[in-house]
């Protein structure tokens, strides 16, 4: 399949890097105790240090809210993801495990404080473009309602839209059944490429410790609007 970048989007924010992970031949199950216990403790300290500093204050959450405001959305009405998971957290409203594709994509959202989804490839029919949603673009997410895209980053197949840093959809959701995957990284704008790509390797070899089978990045950019995944 081809994943491209629309190119309107660089147009409103020439900075804007999407980081592209596609996993093949894994294996989702219930998540290890290790990576239970890691993101059990990640957690209690992340809320230690948000009871002293807002999670507004974070770099990387207050560089997609920056994001978020440049096309034309309100931050404050539609959280991005990795900012909803850490306002849980200075809740102690702790994520509970899911499963190990699911858990490891949150705790990459909240380390490197930016938004990813992970979705199954098999239900994803056809390209990929990355586009800025209008009044029509929405669909049912995993928060167990419909989700309006408008003026929000989507990913969109020949089907609609399933994915984008504000939540996620129902029809890609990632289960135990999955056994190839994309994983969509809204990378901080302040990062370089060289920056974006080891952080993708590194969150590559994690999850495929984890989860098993192989796995493969691209970076999207305003130099570099369309790559394919194979």
């Known amino acids: 399949m081809n994943i491209s970048l629309h190119s309107a989007l660089l147009q409103q924010n020439s900075q804007l890097k999407i980081g592209i992970i596609h996993y093949t031949k894994i294996v989702v199950s219930e998540s290890p105790q ?56 200075a809740k102690q409203n702790y994520l509970i495990p899911f499963n190990s594709g699911v858990d490891l994509n949150n705790f990459f959202s909240l380390q490197y404080e930016i938004p990813i989804g992970i979705y199954d490839a098999e239900k994803i029919e056809g390209d990929i473009q990355i586009s800025l949603g209008d009044e029509e673009t929405g669909y ?16 969109g197949d020949k089907k609609g839209a399933f994915g ?38 590194t969150a590559g070899k994690m999850f495929t410790q984890v989860n098993g089978g192989d796995f493969k990045t691209a970076l999207l950019t305003e130099n570099n609007l369309e790559v394919t995944v194979e």
Request: charged share 30%.
């Open 140 to 155: 049912e997410g995993i928060n167990g309602r419909y989700n309006s895209l408008n003026k929000i980053l989507f990913s």
């Open 34 to 89: 290790m990576i239970k216990g890691r993101t059990q403790l990640y957690q209690e300290n992340l809320y230690l240090e948000l009871s002293e500093n807002p999670v507004t204050e974070r770099p990387g959450i207050a560089e997609w809210r920056k994001v978020w405001k440049s096309f034309g959305a309100d931050p404050n009405r539609y959280r991005h993801s990795a900012e909803s998971l850490m306002r849980r957290i």
């Open 164 to 201: 984008s840093p504000f939540v996620d959809s129902v029809r890609t959701a990632i289960t135990e059944e999955t056994k190839e995957a994309l994983q969509i990284f809204y990378l901080r704008l302040s990062l370089d490429e060289s920056e974006c790509r080891q952080l993708l390797a």
